[in-house]
């Protein structure tokens, strides 16, 4: 009997042994695929045992995000809580029970979680993991200015529409208020999306889930006169002075495209310079050039600038978009020049349509003699000791223009606002360079508005794209005030 | 016997340990500690005086996965653990109780063979029977008596090792021959309990016996014939079974396709629903439970079992469940330890079926040591996927009364043999 049983002893070991193995297989080999699976009802609570890291103003005075303790049987879970409700609300984004995480709480997730990869940050998340301390999260402190966020934000109101500041020099963001926004407390509530349609604005829907700074797109209208001239002057084929004489209107395919205004008596200036010509945003002008030019000239340039790629932050990729001529909702770039329309192009029309972070990147890349800085919302990621995780160092994207090509549009642009369309975005005592944009919706008597600009034009300090939904005024008259008193706040800053 | 008092302290320190960890640290922890030292000395005691040559091993691993245990039902549940406590003073008393009846000739068991077998029968068919039978999760493998509830099938499964060891000692030469008249008994007693096993849906407990029964006629009869034959046997029902009990068929998928991409028809709620969010839903969240463990898991009472509002999220943890909460609060290391102490008793009680002088002793060992080593593996390879799931309790580790009482009586019975086994070989 004796062989037999040693026989089943070692059918007795071998299934105690597959049992091991079964769970080295769970536990190290298929761990982190089942951690992200939908339904991991255990991760949805366990991540709440992690006391997520804070999000923070760069000075660590305003708090957008962060933990209210709970003990839930005897277990500490930390839920999350956004002091600052409405402000910054799109780009921090919000982390809930059910793992739906948007902004900056998504991307931004390992690091918060203390997850990421970095040596410190492993070592110091398992030596916690193992003395059984809560594991902490790193905190993230953003670039924005409280101060300007919070005015950009009010005088948005309840307007829908977008303000995006950048600082020319370095890319950091300054501003990024979408309005209307909502409280990001809202999220973890019952109700989160019936609570948030209910949100009142000019525009409906009135979405305010969506980052209008970087992932709306709005026709530019005037406002991209701005790429066209400098595609003119970088190329050589234009100076400010260049002399036009504008009847009115612009022919094109045989047909007559008018200034802007009512097309039963169009705005006639005559003879004029090409500077004159973006100062009164006179369209037959830009309708000429851009028919020299040709479209795909004008398209390149605008790639330069960033457009046809996403703008690139540290916010999740599906909640930026990328600027450019779209075509049955898909980005699109001709193949040759004669399926575009380079005259309407070049004044804004034709299928383009742009972020409000890809126009501030353009009054940047001006501002900046023609170097477009990369923009970014983190300006340091800390552990909650305080010791340096990661920092961002500014990074140029691209060159998009000469230095020259730069002076002279910086001059143009000013001359917008001191005798232009732009007037009302005028700083006492602070040179303002600016372009208008006003675009047409369909709906006669609807804008959407725009207006471009940094300031102080001999040596920028902030850039700034306005664009505001559903208005009946101008650029010059609606979105041109908002820009300046978001750049005054912005140039007050130490 | 030093080994006595190292395994007393693991296992208190083990207990102490883990309710310290608690976050609430209160008297009435720490004394579940303290009743618990208190016991196994008794215990001990009991069985230095009753069975002085018995296998060291046994009673300090036995008593270290209670403790192991009874710590993490508590900190699952202080109520359960309560009650588990008392289970435990019972299976102890049992123990006690076994062993001093017993401490002449446990071998006058043989003689009442034919008792054990009709009543291990009996035992089964007990839930089935009307008044007193109790259907809980979609098992008939109850008993109700006032508020004592009572899973017969444990206790059965120890009648039937017995019977087995008794007849097949007896019979062992002519079924080697193959004499088919001989298998009649065998045959009836056996067949009648896998029936009331498949009639009352306790599969895991009918795939147990069946692994018992083979291995204990393999052991007996050294005939691998009997076993190619049982084994296809099995195969046959298995396929049988799949085909006809909707049941099995449903256990036989959520083992293949736990996840699924589209919904499907759920039969709880007659929605259609995503398999993982319906009939596997306690095997897919076990499975998030053991790998949130990961290596080192995540710290005794730091495991997470309840939503945010408090709500279980994994049903049955501490009975058939147990191991997926271990392996999430001890990591890979804590529950492969674990597993390492089950063999350890495994091989302890191998050995004693080999140093045992007679065949109903070498079967009654193998047959108990056996179905201990088979239980654990029905319960955890469920739980891990590596066979399809059924219900059933992890020896001495989950919460269960009859589960308590019959390892108890399963644990006595081996330190019986193992002593008499050692008292004819003059060791100690």
């Known amino acids: 009997m004796n062989r037999g049983i040693t026989r089943v002893a070692t059918v007795a070991l071998v299934l105690l042994v597959a049992l091991i193995v079964g769970t080295t297989y769970w536990q190290v080999w298929a761990s982190s695929s089942l951690a992200a699976k939908q339904d991991n009802a255990i991760q949805r609570v366990a991540q709440f045992t992690v006391r997520r890291g804070k999000i923070e103003g760069s000075a660590g005075k305003?708090?957008?995000?962060?933990?209210?303790?709970?003990?839930?049987?005897?277990?500490?879970?930390?839920?999350?809580?956004?002091?600052?409700?409405?402000?910054?609300?799109?780009?921090?984004?919000?982390?809930?029970?059910?793992?739906?995480?948007?902004?900056?709480?998504?991307?931004?997730n390992d690091y918060l979680t203390g997850t990421n990869s970095n040596l410190n940050t492993v070592l110091k998340t398992n030596l916690d993991r193992l003395q059984g301390i809560t594991v902490t999260g790193n905190n993230v402190f953003l670039t924005p200015d409280p101060r300007g966020q919070r005015i950009a934000q009010g005088a948005l109101g309840t307007q829908c529409g977008a303000v995006f500041a950048l600082e020319p020099s370095t890319g950091k963001v300054l501003v990024a208020a979408s309005s209307p926004t909502f409280d990001l407390n809202l999220a973890d509530k019952p109700n989160f999306l019936p609570n948030v349609s209910k949100i009142h604005a000019n525009c409906r829907p009135a979405s305010p889930l969506v980052n209008r700074g970087t992932?709306?797109?709005?026709?530019?209208?005037?406002?991209?006169?701005?790429?066209?001239?400098?595609?003119a002057l970088d190329s050589g084929l234009y100076t400010p002075e260049s002399s036009f004489y504008d009847p009115g209107y612009c022919v094109e395919y045989g047909k007559r495209v008018r200034n802007a205004g009512d097309p039963e008596s169009p705005e006639q200036f005559g003879t004029l310079t090409f500077s004159q010509a973006l100062e009164h945003s006179v369209n037959s002008v830009f309708c000429k050039v851009g028919i020299r030019l040709g479209a795909k000239r004008i398209l390149d340039y605008s790639k330069r600038f960033g457009f046809y790629s996403l703008p690139p932050l540290e916010t999740p990729e599906n909640e930026r978009i990328a600027s450019g001529l779209y075509s049955k909702g898909q980005l699109y770039y001709p193949s040759n020049n004669s399926q575009v329309d380079p005259g309407r192009l070049a004044f804004g029309q034709e299928r383009m349509i742009v972020t409000p972070i890809q126009m501030a990147m353009v009054a940047a890349g001006i501002a900046n003699r023609g170097v477009v800085m990369r923009p970014y919302v983190v300006d340091r990621i800390e552990q909650p000791n305080g010791s340096l995780v990661t920092r961002t160092t500014p990074k140029m994207l691209s060159r998009a223009i000469k230095p020259q090509t730069a002076h002279e549009l910086n001059?143009?642009?000013?001359?917008?606002?001191?005798?232009?369309?732009?007037?009302?975005?005028?700083?006492?005592?602070?040179?303002?360079?600016?372009?208008?944009?006003?675009?047409?919706?369909?709906?006669?008597?609807?804008?959407?508005?725009?207006?471009?600009?940094?300031?102080?034009?001999?040596?920028?300090?902030?850039?700034?794209?306005?664009?505001?939904?559903n208005q009946t005024g101008f650029g010059g008259t609606t979105a041109a005030p908002i820009a300046k008193t978001v750049m005054e706040a912005l140039l007050e800053r130490p | 016997m030093t080994l006595i008092g190292v395994g007393a302290l693991t296992a208190v320190g083990f207990a102490s340990v883990y309710i310290a960890r608690q976050s609430v640290i209160s008297a009435a922890s720490l004394s579940y500690a303290g009743v618990f030292l208190g016991l196994y000395l008794l215990a001990h005691l009991?069985?230095?005086?009753?069975?002085?040559?018995?296998?060291?091993?046994?009673?300090?691993?036995?008593?270290?996965?209670?403790?192991?245990?009874?710590?993490?039902?508590?900190?699952?549940?202080?109520?359960?653990?309560?009650?588990?406590?008392?289970?435990?003073?019972?299976?102890?008393?049992?123990?006690?109780?076994?062993?001093?009846?017993?401490?002449?000739?446990?071998?006058?068991?043989?003689?009442?063979?034919?008792?054990?077998?009709?009543?291990?029968?009996?035992?089964?068919?007990?839930?089935?029977?009307?008044?007193?039978?109790?259907?809980?999760?979609?098992?008939?493998?109850?008993v109700k008596l006032g508020p004592l509830q009572f899973q017969p099938g444990e206790i059965a499964k120890i009648c039937l090792i017995i019977f087995l060891a008794g007849y097949l000692r007896q019979k062992r030469e002519v079924l080697a021959q193959g004499r088919l008249k001989d298998f009649g008994p065998l045959l009836v007693i056996w067949g009648g309990a896998m029936l009331v096993l498949v009639e009352t849906k306790d599969l895991g407990s009918a795939l147990l016996f069946f692994g018992i029964f083979l291995v204990m006629l393999y052991v007996a009869t050294s005939r691998l014939l009997f076993v190619g034959i049982g084994a296809g046997l099995f195969l046959a029902g298995a396929v049988v079974a799949y085909e006809t009990v909707s049941r099995v068929r449903e256990r036989v998928t959520i083992w293949l396709h736990p996840w699924t991409e589209q919904t499907v028809y759920c039969a709880t709620n007659g929605r259609m629903e995503l398999r993982q969010n319906c009939a596997s839903y306690q095997l897919t969240k076990s499975l998030y439970s053991i790998a949130n463990g990961g290596y080192t898991g995540t710290g005794p009472g730091k495991g997470t079992f309840s939503t945010t509002g408090g709500d279980a999220l994994i049903p049955f943890l501490n009975t058939d469940f147990i191991y997926s909460a271990l392996a999430q609060e001890l990591g890979l290391i804590g529950v492969s330890a674990l597993v390492l102490v089950f063999m350890l008793f495994v091989m302890r009680g191998f050995r004693i079926s080999l140093l045992a002088s007679d065949g109903f002793s070498k079967l009654l060992a193998v047959g108990l040591t056996f179905g201990f080593a088979l239980q654990t593996f029905i319960i955890v390879g469920g739980i891990l996927r590596i066979i399809p799931l059924t219900g059933i309790t992890l020896p001495f580790v989950s919460y269960g009364g009859s589960s308590v009482v019959a390892n108890f009586l399963m644990l006595a019975l081996l330190m019986l043999v193992s002593n008499r086994a050692n008292a004819l070989r003059g060791i100690e």
Do not use: C
């Open chain 1, 62 to 108: 305003t708090i957008y995000a962060t933990n209210l303790r709970r003990k839930v049987k005897g277990q500490t879970l930390y839920f999350r809580k956004y002091p600052n409700r409405g402000m910054l609300a799109q780009t921090v984004g919000y982390s809930t029970q059910e793992r739906s995480r948007t902004g900056l709480e998504s991307s931004l």
């Open chain 1, 215 to 231: 992932n709306a797109l709005f026709p530019p209208g005037s406002s991209f006169k701005v790429v066209t001239a400098a595609a």
């Open chain 1, 411 to 469: 001059l143009m642009m000013q001359s917008v606002v001191t005798g232009g369309t732009g007037t009302a975005a005028q700083i006492p005592g602070v040179s303002v360079a600016g372009k208008t944009g006003t675009a047409e919706t369909g709906n006669s008597g609807i804008n959407t508005t725009w207006f471009i600009a940094f300031a102080p034009a001999d040596h920028p300090r902030v850039a700034i794209a306005v664009v505001l939904q």
């Open chain 2, 46 to 142: 009991v069985a230095r005086a009753t069975v002085p040559r018995a296998d060291p091993y046994l009673l300090p691993i036995a008593g270290l996965l209670t403790a192991v245990g009874i710590t993490e039902i508590y900190r699952l549940d202080p109520t359960d653990a309560f009650r588990q406590g008392l289970w435990v003073v019972i299976g102890v008393a049992l123990f006690a109780l076994t062993l001093f009846f017993l401490r002449g000739d446990y071998r006058r068991l043989e003689n009442y063979r034919y008792l054990f077998g009709v009543g291990a029968l009996f035992l089964l068919a007990l839930p089935a029977l009307p008044g007193i039978g109790a259907t809980i999760n979609g098992a008939r493998l109850w």
